[in-house]
């Protein structure tokens, strides 16, 4: 559920890549919203027995090896995507550059904030 994407402090070269990022997967015929209606479009197509768990991150210097970690596999993650972008002409090398940048920096900031939200869901056909 990619709207609950955020950080502390915000970093525009996070949020705009970001923003980016999920425009694109609109372009595509995706939904980064999905997780939101998953238990209803579950139903709609057949299935039942539907289960959903909201999971994710909200970390922050209490937990500073485990923020460490998830800013250092989000940069991984939202990197992976680069490369497309790039060659559709989403964003620039630079742009990819300042986003890995701003996660290292937030990686290392003692009150840096993570916060995230996702959907799973478990159904039977």
Known sequence: FNATFYTYPQMPEIME??????????EIG???QVGARLGDLLEETGYNDIQLRS??????????????KV???WKNLMSSGAPLLVEEGIVTPQQVLEMQLAMDK???MPESVFYYRFIQATALA
């Open 55 to 68: 999971g994710g991150f909200h970390l922050d210097s209490r937990q500073a090896e485990e923020k460490d």
């Open 71 to 73: 800013f250092f596999y």
């Open 30 to 32: 995706g939904d980064p």
């Open 17 to 26: 890549y970001w923003r980016l990022y999920n425009d694109y997967q609109v």
């Open 106 to 108: 937030l990686r290392t």
